[in-house]
């Protein structure tokens, strides 16, 4: 197994412009979630799935967008970067109920100019 | 309103020395407490967690102290080693592996020889 795997890792964008981060897992898990890390912040939630075609907003959805139409893909969309969106994203997925375990993709540096 | 508070932000122990990282919290639903451990460039990965039905679980140089009256639970790291030198993050969640996990802001270890 791959695992939770991110694509890209590194990223620059310039202000205003839109992009997509990928994330996927093969191990069938139900739940996916994206968050963000900020020094001194820690991980603060932006949006999460408990199964295909049901997503959900965290902590900091605004600025960004999801969809699962998939167990396996669960992509986060930028919809006009801005300085305030660079960081580190993180996907975890879980397999969901009476499991807690959430497994960490490597992580997508995003630096918006 | 921070669910999770976590301290200190940073610790420096010596080489075979004892860590101690506390985390506090509010929502008396919580009900599985992870430690995550994560090192530079690296998503985060999970190192031992408890529920609160135990007051203590040891895996290794590890232990979590849990304390359910005063909403209390802390990271001990015996023998401490340079490679154990990380961020170590503290998290709480609801019921269910369907629902989110809370993190502490985080624990920057230097373990120095």
């Known amino acids: 197994n791959a695992g939770v795997t991110q694509t890209p890792k590194f990223q620059v964008l310039k202000t205003g412009q839109s992009m997509t981060l990928q994330c996927a897992q093969d191990?069938?898990?139900?739940?996916m979630s994206w968050y963000r890390q900020d020094p001194g912040m820690g991980l603060r939630l932006i949006h999460y799935?408990?199964?295909?075609?049901?997503?959900d907003q965290g902590e900091v959805p605004n600025g960004y967008n999801v969809s699962r139409s998939t167990t396996e893909d669960f992509p986060l969309r930028l919809l006009s970067a801005a300085p305030s969106q660079t960081s580190v994203y993180f996907c975890?997925?879980?397999?969901?109920?009476?499991?807690?375990?959430?497994?960490f993709g490597p992580g997508t540096r995003l630096t918006v100019t | 309103q921070q669910q999770v508070k976590q301290s200190p932000q940073s610790l420096i122990v010596q080489k075979g020395g004892i860590s101690i990282i506390n985390c506090a919290y509010e929502?008396?639903?919580?009900?599985?407490f992870p430690w995550y451990q994560q090192f530079p460039g690296k998503g985060p990965a999970l190192l031992i967690a408890?529920?609160?039905?135990?007051s203590e679980k040891k895996e290794g140089r590890f232990t979590i102290s849990f304390n359910k009256s005063a909403k209390q639970f802390s990271l001990h790291i015996m023998d401490s080693q340079p490679g154990d030198s990380a961020t170590y993050f503290c998290a709480a969640s609801q019921p269910s592996g369907n629902t989110p996990l809370v993190f502490g802001k985080g624990t920057r270890l230097s373990v120095i020889a």
């Open positions: 929502n008396t639903a919580f009900d599985y």
């Open positions: 191990m069938n898990h139900e739940y």
């Open positions: 799935s408990v199964g295909a075609g049901i997503t």
């Open positions: 408890i529920r609160p039905d135990v």
């Open positions: 975890a997925s879980s397999p969901g109920d009476g499991s807690y375990e959430q497994y």
